[in-house]
């Protein structure tokens, strides 16, 4: 028997409802239970393909080929399971869907509205692709009050009614600010939120109170009191040093066993958290320290490399050292000499891009790492501004570029209008549709034998997600690969260079795809990993 959480925000958005119900699952997994996550947001945009990181951040991609909120990273990074296409919908989704519904004639001539038949594509979206799973986490997006979120928060009304209280749950995540002239932590705006709540028929069941100090019992029992709940479901969510600390935190205060006691189920023995105090362990006592400098051009907003962050702090975790990240604006190199900025680090990381600002910025860190010895790493169209880097200064191709940045006479980077996924040809346009029509998600990449990748892997066959619209060009292969750069991972029909690498390098690896997604705090990217060692070592010659 399947049950429902659904995780709802209030007060102010940010709070971490994507954390605190990846937390959430992570705790009842840890108690044997099979768990599933998904995000319903109430934008409406179709998917975040289309939206600027400045926006809405990362963009996160399934192996499915989904392109989703950041939060789903959140889930995959807790709790291991691999998110999927029906993991996130959007009101430009369901709305996509209703409309198809009413174009075909399904409604039978109904007046097509928002109640039944948004809510019951809702619900719909809810209660599919569920099989064997103990628990379904939904986060409703927004902040309850947004009229966006509206029809989400009716579906789960409803939802709550159809299954009963041994089958569904509803957790309000709230803020209880601290007030430093009066020295009180204030209760009201959480009491505000839950009768916000109510309005629309919802009645939490447990509340989570976010705070950057502890909520004395008083208080406690003041939000227990006004918001109808009991007291010791009202959860202290308390700031913490790293956020792998969460859901040991939130295990302390009880948040598990009251989600089993709701559900009428067994909250003894304890979970076993102990792999998570390994990992808090290691990010509390470090052995040393490295320096890695990110050149990109999303860097003022830094939820747009949140899973590149974490990847990087998870290569940390398994060589025992503490990461400090040095975020440069790529554009600052087009003034600036790029010794200035990266002199002092022990790793260069160029992430993924859009578009030709900070290109040049980001060809200069490509070159200073090439030319110091620096361990780098390109990821995306950092591997592309290595390659370009590479024909500028040793192909013999000054004028190398991309076609991403218009017509060019050495386009050593092109746009892709054909590829394999499996046994299907996908192809695409330059005039065509931007959204989700580059080539995403899962595909095979075939590993050069003795190669340094190969090694690091410790195979010479992997999958690995993808999101691009552009491809270092093929016909250049044979020219670039005579100055000493290899091509060290091939797609199998040996068409798409995948990875890159200049084996007499201390570390030079450029890759087409997005390792940061696969990455976990108790499963480090390998890739992350040997690229952190390398980092360390770099560390004892400065």
């Known amino acids: ?24 699952g992570a705790l009842l997994q840890a108690r044997g239970f099979r768990v599933r996550l998904r995000k319903l947001d109430p934008y409406l945009n179709v998917d975040p393909g289309t939206m600027s990181p400045y926006q809405h951040g990362e963009v996160y991609v399934t192996d499915d080929g989904a392109e989703t909120d950041l939060d789903l990273g959140h889930y995959e990074r807790f709790t291991g399971v691999p998110s999927r296409q029906s993991d996130n919908v959007t009101t430009g ?40 799973e103990d628990f379904v986490l939904c986060e409703i997006g927004g902040t309850v009050g947004d009229i966006e979120s509206l029809p989400f928060l009716e579906a789960i009304r409803q939802l709550g009614n159809e299954l009963g209280r041994d089958r569904a749950m509803f957790v309000h995540l709230t803020l209880l600010p601290y007030i430093p002239t009066a020295g009180e932590l204030k209760t009201k705006p959480t009491q505000h939120s839950v009768k916000e709540l109510l309005s629309v028929g919802i009645q939490p069941d447990m509340l989570l109170c976010r705070s950057d100090r502890p909520i004395p019992e008083g208080e ?30 939130y295990h302390q205060e009880g948040m598990d066993a009251q989600v089993c006691k709701h559900f009428g ?69 087009e003034s600036e000499d790029a010794v200035h900025h990266l002199e002092d680090v022990h790793g260069i990381l160029v992430p993924g891009g859009f578009g030709e600002r900070g290109a040049s910025g980001k060809i200069a860190a490509v070159r200073f ?65 931007m959204g989700g029509t580059m080539r995403l998600g899962a595909y095979d990449c075939r590993l050069r034998p003795g190669s340094r990748v190969a090694q690091i892997y ?85």
């Open 220 to 249: 406690r029992r003041k939000i227990a009191l006004f918001c109808n709940v009991q007291q010791e479901a009202v959860i202290p969510a308390i700031d913490v040093d790293t956020i792998y600390h969460v859901p040991i935190s």
């Open 369 to 433: 790492a090439r030319e110091r010895g620096v361990p780098y790493f390109g990821i995306c169209f950092g591997m592309q501004m290595a390659v370009i880097e590479v024909a500028r200064s040793l192909a013999g191709l000054p004028r190398a570029s991309s076609t991403e940045f218009g017509p060019c006479e050495e386009p050593v980077v092109g746009l892709m209008t054909e590829w394999m996924r499996g046994n299907d040809l996908e192809r695409r346009q330059a005039g065509g549709d």
């Open 1 to 24: 028997m399947t049950r429902f959480i659904f995780i709802t925000g209030g007060v102010v958005s940010s709070l971490g409802k994507g954390l605190a119900s990846a937390a959430l």
């Open 93 to 132: 989704r369901i709305y996509s869907t209703v409309i198809a519904k009413e174009r075909r004639g399904d409604y039978l001539g109904a007046t097509v509205q928002v109640i039944p038949h948004v809510t019951d594509a809702i619900k719909e979206f809810v209660r599919s692709d569920v099989t064997d």
């Open 458 to 542: 410790g195979v010479n066959h992997i999958s690995e997600r993808h999101r691009h619209r552009y491809e270092v060009n093929i016909n250049y292969l044979e020219r670039l690969e005579s100055t000493g750069l290899a091509f060290s991972g091939m797609s199998p029909d040996g068409l798409l260079p995948e990875i890159v690498e200049i084996p007499d390098h201390p570390w030079f690896v450029g890759v087409q795809f997005h390792p940061e997604l696969k990455s976990k705090p108790f499963d480090p990217h390998p890739l992350f990993t040997s690229f952190i060692g390398a980092a360390v070592a770099q560390s004892r010659l400065v």
């Open 265 to 333: 189920l067994p909250h003894m023995p304890a979970p076993d958290l102990s792999r998570w105090h390994g990992i808090v362990e290691r990010i509390r006592h470090p052995e040393g320290e490295v320096t890695i400098a990110v050149v990109g051009k999303y860097t003022s907003l830094l939820d747009s490399y949140k899973s590149l962050a974490e990847a990087l702090h998870h290569g940390g975790i398994a060589n025992n050292v503490k990461v400090r990240l040095k975020w440069i604006d790529a554009q600052i190199f």
